[in-house]
């Protein structure tokens, strides 16, 4: 929105706008030395990286032995060595290798002691012919904003190749901040206590989110394919700073960025940075066979100009004049020169190798969405709160001058996206763009400024952040009634994205759970869409 952003997300977060029942406890693994159980990542055709902590008093390294099994009751085909350092916070990855492609392996880690860890699983990338790929697509999961839920319907799938996860796994507010209400009754508030800065912070959060049973549930469930977005350092991140973050008062913002991506690597399952390369550079590609290449960029860290925003307590003309001037910049970056290169080539060999899909794992939303008429949602708006109300007013205000919807999404960078989209066309593909970030689900059609469509969109809804929708519930249509690129869009849901490639459809089914407040819980495909693939891509048809 137009509105500052982090008062928005404060606002959304302080549960006033909620319904909230009584308390309702989140379910917790029991302590012991896997506490935060394991996870896989990052598959290859050989194997995966697999991770797991020890809970520990001692100051020194621990050791641990890893075993790989083809079921979670059979002899181990594969054990080896390794040793939780403490230098890494006692978190342990073993790139496993040698296995057969397109297969399911299940693996645990033992200690001196005989401690064994819970049992996760993951399925290798496969090889040649692939006739299916079912893929999970997740983000934004506030601890405080509520259980985790859709974690938990996800691991029950009776299918599921990979999680892609799309950043905000955790955030980096304190207990009087965002989600602090929902937190406080739920018994979910967040660990420590304060905004997090250092590498000790950033660890604590980490691991509170891992101890969590739904989120060990999923992690064990299938390999996670991750990528960050914002939160997991600062709100609204670029190249330069955040706009939750003021050097004054918290220091150095490339100490704080280190900080936060050394335990980011030490907490999740991906692959360590490559020697010579920057960790932020961590945009990667996984091969699906010959069905489909699943190409995961960073859009936060590595290039991104810092976003447009309003000036001004109460913006007139001459305000929003400025800041879409800004915004048209045409050196406004979002990828960079070096990161769009690299996709061109990935998204081209595909298309050589005759795959039918090429899959955008990004972050924030591709698509143009300008913001909605508020008129239907003046009544809504008359029974909220005097600070919510003036806050709407002046988006709705900033809406009829005709700014974007989101400007920390890529409607905040249309130079850079038109430049994406040449791409596209250069190498031959009509991608699938994965989108998280925005809390909401999203099924787009995607134009070039010439109106050419160039791919389509799936945005997955938050796992538990709210959104504007918690303000004014059907929010969703609205946007979609008024934005040509949107076919569909939930604001009010919670839940995720299970996604179907197969060489004649891509499918996206929009799963939400009934709460994230309480257990038991329910679960709804609230919409399911579809394209097809290479010359045969139109618009997205609701089956």
């Known amino acids: 929105m137009t509105i500052d952003r982090r008062s928005a997300l404060a606002l959304l977060g302080s549960g006033a706008a909620l319904g909230i029942p009584g308390a309702a406890q989140a379910s917790q693994t029991a302590a012991g030395r896997f506490a935060h159980g394991v996870a896989s990542g990052d598959p290859a055709t050989d194997g995966a990286v697999i991770w797991t902590r020890i809970s520990t008093d001692t100051r ?12 979670a009751d059979a002899r181990p085909l594969a054990s080896g060595k390794a040793t939780a350092r403490a230098a890494a916070d006692h978190t342990v990855k ?17 200690t001196a002691a005989d401690e064994r860890s819970p049992v996760g699983r993951f399925r290798t990338l496969p090889k040649g012919s692939v006739e299916s790929l079912v893929l999970a697509v997740a983000s934004c999961q506030l601890y405080p904003g509520g259980l985790f839920n859709a974690y938990a319907d996800m691991a029950a799938l009776p299918r599921l190749d990979a999680v892609l996860h799309l950043g905000d796994y955790i955030y980096e507010y304190g207990a009087d901040g965002y989600g602090a209400d929902v937190g406080q009754k739920l018994g979910r508030l967040p660990d420590p206590p304060h905004e997090i800065l250092t590498l000790a912070d950033y660890r604590r959060r980490h691991a509170q989110v891992k101890a969590d049973a739904d989120m060990q549930a999923a992690h064990a469930r299938a ?5 960050w977005d914002d939160h997991e350092v600062a709100n609204d991140g670029w190249i330069g700073g955040a706009e939750n973050h003021d050097p004054a008062t918290e220091g150095d913002w490339k100490a704080r960025k280190a900080a936060a991506m050394q335990a980011y690597f030490e907490w999740m399952p991906i692959r360590d940075p490559k020697r010579g390369r920057p960790w932020e550079a961590i945009n990667r590609s996984f091969e699906f066979g010959d069905l489909a290449t699943l190409a995961m960029v960073e859009t936060r860290l590595l290039a991104r ?17 400025a800041v879409m001037a800004e915004r048209a910049r045409p050196d406004r970056e979002m990828l960079g020169a070096d990161q769009q290169r690299w996709l061109e080539g990935v998204l081209a060999g595909s298309v050589r190798a ?6 955008l794992g990004n972050q924030v939303v591709m698509a143009r969405v300008a913001g909605p008429d508020l008129s239907g949602f003046s009544d809504r ?21 005709g700014l974007p919807f989101n400007f920390d999404a890529w409607d905040g960078y249309p130079a850079a996206r038109e430049r994406l989209y040449a791409a596209f066309r250069r190498a031959g593909s009509k991608p699938i763009v994965l989108a998280g970030d925005s809390h909401a689900a999203w099924a787009n059609d995607l134009y070039d400024d010439a109106g050419t469509l160039v791919a389509s969109e799936f945005g997955a809804t938050a796992i538990t952040s709210p959104s504007y929708g918690s303000l004014l519930p059907g929010l969703g249509t609205a946007l979609a009634q008024a934005n040509k690129e949107v076919a569909f869009c939930d604001q009010d849901g919670k839940g995720y994205t299970l996604m179907t490639l197969t060489p004649a459809a891509a499918t996206a089914e929009f799963i939400t759970v009934s709460t994230i407040l309480s257990k038991p819980f329910g679960r ?3 919409a399911t869409y579809r394209t097809a693939p290479g010359e045969r891509h139109g618009p997205l048809q609701r089956v």
Request: glycine content about 8%; overall charge neutral.
């Open 60 to 71: 020194g390294d621990v050791p641990v032995t890893w075993h790989v099994a083809i079921a």
């Open 94 to 110: 073993v790139e496993v290798a040698r296995l057969k492609p397109g297969q399911e392996y299940w693996y645990w880690f033992t």
């Open 223 to 227: 390999a996670f394919i991750c990528v």
């Open 305 to 321: 100009s810092e976003q447009a925003e309003v000036k001004g307590g109460t913006p007139g003309a001459d305000e929003y004049a």
């Open 354 to 359: 005759n795959q039918p899909w090429q899959v």
């Open 381 to 401: 708006i008359a029974k909220l709160p005097a600070v919510y109300r003036g806050r709407l007013e002046q988006a709705a205000a900033g809406y009829k001058a």
């Open 524 to 526: 709804k495909v609230v």
